[in-house]
């Protein structure tokens, strides 16, 4: 089976070779995709900043950029959430270990 295709405009014209003639018409529109997270309807931009994360806020149904830290602060103070992860916690523990030795000699 042969196809021939050409293209005359916006229009292009598709032949077999059982002599069935298909016409298709190309068009432009419809949906657009956002290209970036400011083209999209429910994203804040208003406190945008590098090292950002984007978190999704229930009081103004919009998806906000957060500082990394205030999200720290929040897992503390949430009484609803287990608050930090007990894993984080150990990690932090260990790590302050090897970087701060309270050795007070002996007596």
């Known amino acids: 089976m042969s196809i021939k295709v050409t293209k005359t405009n ?6 077999l ?5 298909f016409k298709i018409t ?6 657009q995709v956002p290209a970036k997270f400011e ?8 406190n945008l900043s590098d090292n950002y ?5 229930a009081s103004t149904q919009k998806y906000t950029p957060v500082n990394p830290d205030d999200i ?4 503390v103070t ?3 959430s ?12 260990v790590d302050l270990e090897n970087k701060i030795n309270l050795d007070a000699g002996t007596f």
Do not use: W
């Open 82 to 93: 287990p608050g930090i992860p007990t894993a984080f916690v150990d990690q932090l523990e």
């Open 39 to 46: 083209d999209l309807e429910d994203f804040d931009t208003t």
């Open 26 to 31: 190309a068009q432009s529109g419809g949906v």
């Open 72 to 75: 720290l602060l929040k897992a």
């Open 78 to 80: 949430e009484a609803s």
């Open 10 to 15: 916006n229009t292009f014209s598709v032949k």
């Open 53 to 57: 994360i984007i978190m999704y806020d």
């Open 17 to 21: 070779n059982n002599n069935n003639q």
